[in-house]
C-alpha cells in the first residue's frame, strides 16, 4: 500500500481519482487547491503525488518546484488540461516525473503511477532486471538472454540513467546533460541516435519498443515491460 496525495481541484476528478486509487488498495490524501496541496506535499509525507497543474492559489509548477527545493524525492505525475509540450517540458524541468493530459483513461493513468511506484524498489546498485535483460551497474556489463552484448559507454550511461528512474518521462535535454556532460557538441538528435542503437540492442522488436518508450515530442521514458 502506499500513500496516494491527489492534488486537483475539479471535484468530479477528484472523487474519480480517490476512489480509484482507494480500490487498488492506496491510501489517499486529498487537496482542492495549490495551497493546501503545497502543505500536505511538504508534511504529509505521501509515497507518491498526483498533480493538476492549474490549480487555484498556488499552481502545480510551484508546488513541484518547492518539493524539489526541499529535496523530497517522491515522484509526481502531473495532470495536464492540453499536451502542450513547453507545459510538459516545464514541469519535468521543475522535476514532476511523468504526466499525463486529460481526458485520460483510468487505467493508463494507474499504469504510469505503478510504474513510478516500481522505483523504490530498484536498485541505484546492482543489477536491473527487465525482461530478458540483465544491466549490472557495478561490473559494467549488458546480459541478453544470457549473452553478454557490448554496449557503447554512452549507451550504457543511458540504459543506466533511464532504467534507474523507471516511469519517468525525460526531456532530451536533461538525458543529454546527464549522459553526455557539457564536454562535447551534441543536440537532442545524439539522444535519439543512441536510443536508436540501443533499442537495436535490448529491444525484441525494436520498431516496437516496449522498454524505452518515446514520449511524443518530449523524450524518453524507460519501463520495465510488463
Ligand atoms: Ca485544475
Same mark, same amino acid.
Given at each position: 500500500?502506499? &500513500?496516494?496525495?491527489?492534488?486537483?481541484?475539479?471535484?468530479?476528478?477528484? &472523487?474519480?481519482?480517490?476512489?480509484?486509487?482507494?480500490?487498488?488498495?492506496?491510501?489517499?490524501?486529498?487537496?482542492?487547491?495549490?495551497?493546501?496541496?503545497?502543505?500536505?506535499?511538504?508534511?504529509?509525507? #505521501?509515497?507518491?503525488?498526483?498533480?493538476?497543474?492549474?490549480?487555484?492559489?498556488?499552481?502545480?509548477?510551484?508546488?513541484? *518546484?518547492?518539493? &524539489?527545493? *526541499?529535496?523530497?524525492?517522491?515522484?509526481?505525475?502531473?495532470?495536464?488540461?492540453?499536451?502542450?509540450?513547453?507545459?510538459?517540458?516545464?514541469?519535468?524541468?521543475?522535476?514532476?516525473?511523468?504526466?499525463?493530459?486529460? #481526458?485520460? *483513461?483510468?487505467?493508463?493513468?494507474?499504469?504510469?503511477?505503478?510504474?513510478?511506484?516500481?522505483?523504490?524498489?530498484? #536498485?541505484?546498485? +546492482?543489477?536491473?532486471?527487465?525482461?530478458?535483460?540483465?544491466?549490472?551497474?557495478?561490473?559494467? *556489463?549488458?546480459?541478453?538472454?544470457?549473452?553478454?552484448?557490448?554496449?557503447?559507454?554512452?549507451?550504457? +550511461?543511458?540504459?543506466?540513467?533511464?532504467? $534507474?528512474?523507471?516511469?519517468?518521462?525525460?526531456? &532530451?535535454?536533461?538525458?543529454?546533460?546527464?549522459?553526455? +556532460?557539457? $564536454?562535447?557538441?551534441?543536440? +537532442?538528435?545524439?539522444?535519439?541516435?543512441?536510443?536508436?542503437?540501443?533499442?537495436?540492442?535490448?529491444?525484441?522488436?525494436?520498431?516496437?519498443?516496449?522498454?524505452?518508450?518515446?514520449?511524443?515530442?518530449?523524450?524518453?521514458?524507460?519501463?520495465?515491460?510488463?
Amino acid at each position: 500500500m502506499s &500513500r496516494i496525495l491527489i492534488v486537483e481541484d475539479e471535484p468530479a476528478m477528484l &472523487r474519480g481519482l480517490k476512489d480509484n486509487f482507494a480500490a487498488n488498495g492506496h491510501e489517499v490524501i486529498v487537496a482542492m487547491d495549490g495551497q493546501s496541496g503545497m502543505e500536505k506535499a511538504l508534511s504529509a509525507e #505521501p509515497d507518491l503525488i498526483v498533480l493538476d497543474l492549474m490549480l487555484p492559489k498556488v499552481n502545480g509548477y510551484e508546488i513541484c *518546484r518547492a518539493v &524539489r527545493e *526541499r529535496e523530497l524525492n517522491m515522484p509526481i505525475l502531473m495532470l495536464t488540461a492540453k499536451s502542450q509540450e513547453e507545459d510538459v517540458v516545464l514541469g519535468l524541468n521543475l522535476g514532476a516525473d511523468d504526466y499525463v493530459t486529460k #481526458p485520460f *483513461r483510468i487505467r493508463e493513468l494507474l499504469a504510469r503511477v505503478h510504474a513510478l511506484l516500481r522505483r523504490r524498489q530498484t #536498485p541505484a546498485e +546492482g543489477t536491473i532486471r527487465f525482461g530478458e535483460c540483465e544491466l549490472d551497474l557495478e561490473a559494467h *556489463r549488458f546480459q541478453r538472454n544470457g549473452v553478454e552484448v557490448e554496449l557503447t559507454a554512452k549507451e550504457f +550511461g543511458l540504459l543506466r540513467y533511464l532504467a $534507474s528512474h523507471p516511469g519517468r518521462a525525460f526531456t &532530451r535535454e536533461q538525458i543529454l546533460n546527464h549522459v553526455w +556532460g557539457n $564536454s562535447v557538441i551534441v543536440t +537532442g538528435r545524439s539522444v535519439d541516435r543512441c536510443v536508436a542503437t540501443l533499442r537495436s540492442k535490448i529491444e525484441a522488436d525494436p520498431g516496437k519498443p516496449v522498454f524505452i518508450e518515446t514520449v511524443r515530442d518530449v523524450g524518453y521514458r524507460f519501463d520495465f515491460g510488463e
